[in-house]
């Protein structure tokens, strides 16, 4: 047991007594940190654009509630995608990884797994996603594919722009497309402001994770959106959760919905303003704690797109 935790070892910023800690086999454990399955707020953070194109389009649909279905198959889609992303970045990124503080027990540049194995641990996730995808209707398994591309820059980017936040949120945000895809087969402006929105969110949401690693990067030349702000980063998460606010206020009117999805929206953005001011951008455990935060986001936004389905039925 001493050998599988040493080649195991433990990742900073996951939970303390999280599940793969306490109930994976010792074989299991290096992949499932791997995929991130002992950080659950990533997959929540891919998902949530999803579900709140399914609730959206059920608003503008008129019906009770989102697809159960697809809010199922968008469940599993966004743990596999997710975690292939990621098994993905840390193929791409093993040397950088191997330099930074926070990253360095990451199970590739740990020797926990080989990049070999991790190669076709990346395949066999991104074949999960794939199944999910083809229950769908053709336009949605075309908008779907066509996310690879995004998500095959992304590791590359944070070597020559200082906004790798936004390229992580066109693939973080790319849900918003395919939710509503799947159920009217075709886009329409209300999916196109909603992926905006979901945009700017995630360049806000990323920055305050990136400012855990300001000091590695710029050390070994890797850029981001927290070097690019800097002590400005407060204003700059004002801006672009002000803007995601706002094009979400436009994608509901769009659709017609209804007070209670503007009530979600207005607890929404209050949940935002409490992460600006309270963020430390100097204290990393303040910062991981605000970007986690982003999960409640979600749920607001969905309980009142929810509710505003259910009581306009």
């Known amino acids: 047991m001493a050998d599988a935790e040493m080649s195991t070892p433990k990742i900073p910023d996951a939970r303390q007594a999280n599940w793969l800690d306490r109930f994976a086999p010792a074989w299991l454990a290096p992949y499932g940190r791997l995929a991130r399955w002992d950080r ?34 968008f469940l599993i889609g966004a743990i596999a995608m997710r975690g292939a992303g990621c098994t993905y970045n840390d193929l791409v990124d093993r040397d950088i990884d191997a330099m930074v503080e926070r990253t360095r027990n990451r199970p590739i540049p740990s020797g926990a797994v080989t990049p070999l194995r991790a190669a076709i641990f990346l395949a066999l996730q991104g074949l999960v996603g794939l199944v999910v995808l083809l229950q769908f209707n053709r336009f949605t398994i075309l908008l779907g594919l066509a996310s690879l591309l995004v998500i095959a820059l992304y590791p590359f980017v944070k070597r020559i722009s200082d906004w790798p936040q936004f390229v992580l949120g066109l693939a973080f945000s790319w849900g918003a497309l395919v939710g509503w895809s799947a159920v009217f087969g075709a886009l329409a402006w209300p999916p196109v402001l909603l992926y905006g929105a979901a945009i700017s969110w995630t360049i806000g949401y990323d920055t305050i994770y990136a400012h855990q690693d300001r000091q590695d990067d710029a050390i070994i030349g890797v850029r981001s959106t927290a070097l690019l702000f800097g002590a400005r980063t407060k204003p700059a998460l004002t801006a672009f959760y002000a803007l995601a606010v706002t094009l979400m206020a436009a994608a509901f009117a769009l659709a017609n919905a209804g007070p209670p999805a503007f009530a979600g929206l207005l607890l929404a953005a209050g949940h935002l303003g409490w992460q600006v001011v309270s963020l430390k951008i100097d204290d990393p455990d303040n910062c991981l704690a605000r970007f986690r935060a982003n999960r409640t986001t979600g749920w607001i936004l969905f309980a009142g797109l929810v509710l505003d389905a259910l009581l306009r039925a």
């Open 40 to 73: 659950p707020i990533g997959w929540w953070l891919l998902l949530w654009p999803c579900w709140w194109a399914a609730a959206l389009a059920a608003v503008a649909a008129g019906r009770a509630l989102p697809d159960l279905w697809h809010l199922t198959l």
